[in-house]
């Protein structure tokens, strides 16, 4: 049973407690010719060796060797590794050298790792815990059988902090810490800002749920894995970065996961898909023992604190779920499977002057808001819902998970898993200080995931091992209108510029929906071979993409000035804009596919018993069959660039280097680092907006009395009227430059671990990253003719082409920008001689990140106008990233007080403070004609 109470400081400095947590232990769409590329590109990785672009390790291991008295290596000794939880064994024989090595194991423990060779006595060590990605060493002396010995000598590393596998920034949570330490949103991410480097994005918004910028970078260039299969949202819409995030949904249940990883710079060429940093999580799965658990948790606007007198609207969130495991076959095979239901009810609260709601606005009143909706009915027989100053809402969220595992033999594992999720938000309404939304305006997000894991891990032999994965991960996203289809309506009868009153569909909701299929395969062969340990592999992701999105597809209409409200009655619009498609298909999607190829080569050396190091080389290659449309009137415009060309078969290396040294003979302390570049992926939102703005799909119609048009008569229908000769003076083209690479970053790390007392240790650490290919968006539709007299480029009124306005958008690299992060941390884990019931970490960051084009916007169009800039938008140069937080402050701490064997109390806390958020001072308008 688990009591929480939570208090919220809803500034940039956050303290969560839970308190009282009770323990009772249990102990009871690809085309054709994709496809078939598909097809040979994974026979090909299957065969030769090669290498993984988004792979995540999903396993751990341990290493070590064996040896006499003399320390005379033993060949042929059996080392056996035993789950005491699931009674899954692992066997292997050491080698000539007297080495050996187990890969693939479980997460977790206890493990009994054991020694026997004949003539001599066995030996073991217990009680071991390994942690995600570990590759624990342990080394055993052996004494002869028939004489009795004083000491044999066991020696196992001390943790997954002070590890020899360990070479870059990381952090590990744990079962211990998920289950410990307070969360509201019971989300992945909640977790994730445990990490140093990592900071919540999106804080305090109720319609998106955040993400996690790593390193300094946007969150879109992370690598989020679930049991080393993908779990982003590759296309990249999300602000969480991961499915069903803009249902307001999390992309598994919390009780599903057993640890998770977050990696800023691991060396290990298996590691990778990420500039960012890489979120790897591993779940639950079932033991010899039955085991189950229930929970709920609610909270509403009672359980908030006095927020300066301003009390809160109502709203309501309701959270249960289940989990229970346990044996099919005892030690063979074992089950785990977990439920969860999720339902919110949000509050959307304005008032008008005179209302005791906390945020009121003044430029309009009751009468003229009704008089608008009166208009509506009686003109146009269309109801956009009456205002209320308070709405509600709702979320519905859905999560069933299960997994599989099964013993084939000590030398074989197999995991089979299944992640669904099924979520509704809904959204669209807007209100704020410039803005009344109507109930028309919103609509019902539906997203809807499945995701299946297959992976086996085999020992073949004492000398080599193979990890084989296949996934794939299936998507489906819709908007519906919750009331009537209606084109948008904006009637700005007011003082300001900008105030109005809106109904309608909101225009780029009126058709939006997304299917999204991807497809993985991995293959990892590791060959032992003495000092070295050898890994080829190969990571292949394919993808298929549906892309439903027309904005103004049902038409955007403005009604301003003192006369609007008589405009809107008599269908006088001052502006109007549209959408039509030229194709056949009335609201044609954007269907492609894309591949991504990875292939690598390390070997990790052990020079000494407390030094190692790991050289590793990846090629990553993207690969894009499908092209978009090719405008023949656009290459004739601009010679040497086609709609039709896109970025394909572009070859990406990235090599590394790693080191990890034991200052002293008990690994109290430890210096770790390297260099290398790591790659990434480019949310495909960015590639597909080429495939919808080709200027063949849609007639773009902005027509206005300032662009010299008059707006047609507005009858409400949501079918779009063509308005001739507008059209030819709006056609957006979006292009991706043809020597286009995905996000690629040079990281340097130089950190130092070092164990003050038995479980605390204090590390140091510096990160330095220089981008090789990050994103850069011009326009090259503008024509610069001077300079204004503070410097800015200038530039024409009249566009390179008037066919290709507002707009001509490329999407290209530049080299420029960095990040640079001091850390400083304090860690102690749970156990040990020193304070054995507490665990907790303190740390400080300081972080200095720059770029040229945060990469903030879905859309090219968004991405070039609101990217802040000095003197030249097409170059922009380098300033201070979106993403920087100059000071970081995070501190957890959990005791534990045990009032018997079964039964105790968790007491924990959480505190997080930042400062130095970067802002920019910018003109309103357009200040050089861009």
Not at 22 to 50: D, W
Not at 89 to 112: E, K, Q
Request: glycine share 10%; net charge negative; charged share 20%.
């Amino acid at each position: 049973m688990r009591v929480v109470f939570f208090w919220l400081d809803p500034g940039e400095r956050r303290l969560g407690f839970a308190l009282f947590k009770q323990e009772y232990a249990m102990k009871h769409n690809l085309s054709l010719r994709t496809a078939a590329v598909a097809a040979f590109a994974a026979l090909g990785g299957l065969i030769a060796p090669s290498g993984a672009l988004a792979q995540g390790v999903t396993t751990a291991a341990v290493n070590g060797r064996v040896t006499g008295q003399d320390l005379t290596p033993l060949a042929t000794a059996v080392v056996t590794a035993v789950h005491g939880p699931s009674g899954t064994s692992y066997s292997t024989l050491t080698r000539a050298d007297g080495r050996f090595n187990i890969p693939g194991m479980r997460v977790g423990g206890p493990y009994t790792i054991s020694v026997s060779l004949i003539g001599f006595g066995d030996e073991s060590a217990e009680a071991l815990v390994l942690a995600l990605g570990e590759n624990r060493r342990i080394d055993f002396v052996l004494g002869v059988e028939a004489v009795a010995v004083g000491e044999i000598t066991v020696t196992a590393e001390r943790g997954a902090i002070l590890s020899s596998g360990r070479t870059g920034p990381q952090q590990t949570v744990t079962t211990r810490e998920i289950e410990s330490l307070p969360t509201i949103a019971r989300s992945i991410q909640d977790f994730a800002r445990l990490t140093p480097q990592a900071l919540g994005t999106n804080i305090g918004s109720s319609e998106n749920i955040g993400g996690i910028s790593i390193g300094g970078k946007n969150n879109r260039f992370n690598n989020i894995s679930v049991d080393g299969a993908i779990l982003n949202d590759v296309f990249g819409l999300p602000a969480s970065g991961t499915p069903g995030g803009q249902a307001n949904s999390q992309p598994i249940s919390l009780d599903a996961v057993q640890e998770f990883q977050v990696a800023i710079a691991p060396f290990d060429v298996r590691q990778g898909g990420f500039t960012g940093g890489s979120i790897n999580v591993v779940t639950r799965s079932g033991t010899n023992d039955f085991d189950a658990s229930g929970y709920a948790f609610g909270r509403n606007q009672g359980f908030t604190g006095n927020l300066d007198d301003n009390p809160l609207s109502d709203f309501s969130e309701l959270q249960a779920g289940f989990r229970a495991g346990g044996p099919i076959q005892r030690d063979k095979i074992h089950f785990f499977t977990s439920g969860e239901i999720k339902q919110t009810s949000r509050p959307l609260a304005l008032g008008l002057v005179g209302s005791s709601q906390t945020n009121t606005i003044d430029f309009i009143d009751a009468g003229t808001i009704n008089e608008i909706v009166d208009i509506a009915n009686s003109v146009y027989n269309y109801n956009p819902g009456r205002f209320e100053e308070s709405l509600q809402r709702e979320t519905d969220d859905f999560k069933f998970f299960t997994r599989l595992d099964f013993n084939l033999s000590d030398s074989n594992h197999l995991i089979v898993r299944h992640n669904h999720v099924n979520a509704n938000s809904q959204r669209g309404i807007s209100r704020h200080s410039g803005e009344v939304g109507l109930p028309g305006q919103g609509y019902t997000f539906d997203a809807v995931s499945n995701s299946t894991v297959i992976q086996l891990d085999s020992r073949l032999g004492a000398a080599s091992a193979n990890m084989f994965r296949v996934s794939y991960q299936r998507q489906r996203d819709e908007r519906t209108p919750d009331l009537a289809i209606f084109p948008e309506v904006d009637i700005e009868p007011f003082d300001g510029e900008s105030e109005s009153v809106t109904l309608g569909i909101e225009r780029f909701s009126q058709q939006n929906a997304l299917d999204q299929d991807v497809f993985e395969i991995t293959n990892d062969l590791t060959l032992f071979r003495g000092d070295h340990t050898l890994t080829f592999g190969t990571h292949n992701e394919f993808y298929s993409f549906s892309n439903l999105f027309i904005q103004d597809a049902f038409g955007q209409w403005e009604f301003d000035g003192e006369n609007a409200l008589d405009n809107f009655r008599n269908g006088m619009a001052t502006r109007y804009r549209a959408s039509i498609s030229r194709l056949a298909d009335p609201y044609p999607r954007a269907e492609w596919g894309a591949m991504q190829f990875g292939f690598y080569a390390q070997d990790q050396i052990d020079l000494s018993d407390r030094f190692n190091v790991s050289l590793g080389l990846r090629a990553d290659i993207m690969a894009m069959p499908d092209p978009p449309l090719e405008n023949p009137s656009f290459a004739a415009a601009f010679p040497g660039r086609h709609t039709s060309d896109v970025p394909s078969g572009n070859v990406m290396w990235s090599p590394r280097v790693g080191f990890n040294a034991a200052l002293d003979e008990d690994r109290r302390t430890q210096l770790r680092g390297g260099t290398g570049i790591f790659t990434g992926r480019n949310p495909f939102v960015w590639i597909s907006n080429q495939y919808s703005n080709t200027g063949m799909d849609f007639i773009r119609i902005d027509c206005a009395p300032w662009r010299g048009c008059t707006p047609p008569p507005f009858t409400g229908d949501p079918t779009p009227v063509p308005v001739p000769g507008a059209e030819i003076a709006t056609t957006e083209v979006n292009l991706t430059d043809t020597n286009f690479k995905f996000p690629q970053a040079w990281r340097t790390t130089i950190g130092v671990d070092r164990e003050l007392r038995d479980g605390l240790v204090l590390t140091v650490e510096g990160i330095y990253t220089k981008n090789v290919n990050d994103i850069l968006y011009q326009d090259l539709s503008i024509r610069p003719e001077g300079r204004t007299s503070d410097g800015r480029v200038l530039f024409a009124d009249d566009p390179v082409d008037r066919e290709f306005s507002p707009g001509v958008f490329l999407l290209g690299n530049t080299n420029q920008g960095r990040q640079v992060q001091f850390t400083t941390q304090l860690q102690k884990r749970f156990g040990g001689d020193f304070l054995p019931n507490m665990f907790g970490s303190l740390a400080y960051t300081w972080t200095d990140a720059t770029d040229v084009n945060s990469g903030q916007s879905s859309r090219a169009i968004s991405n070039f106008q609101y990217n802040e800039i000095g003197v030249d938008p097409n170059n922009p140069g380098e300033g201070t990233a979106d993403f920087e937080i100059k000071h970081r402050i995070i501190a957890s701490l959990s005791q534990r007080i045990a009032w018997s064997e079964d039964v105790g109390t968790t007491i924990t806390a959480f505190y997080e403070a930042r400062a130095g958020r970067p802002f920019s001072w910018t003109y309103f308008g357009d200040a050089n004609n861009d």
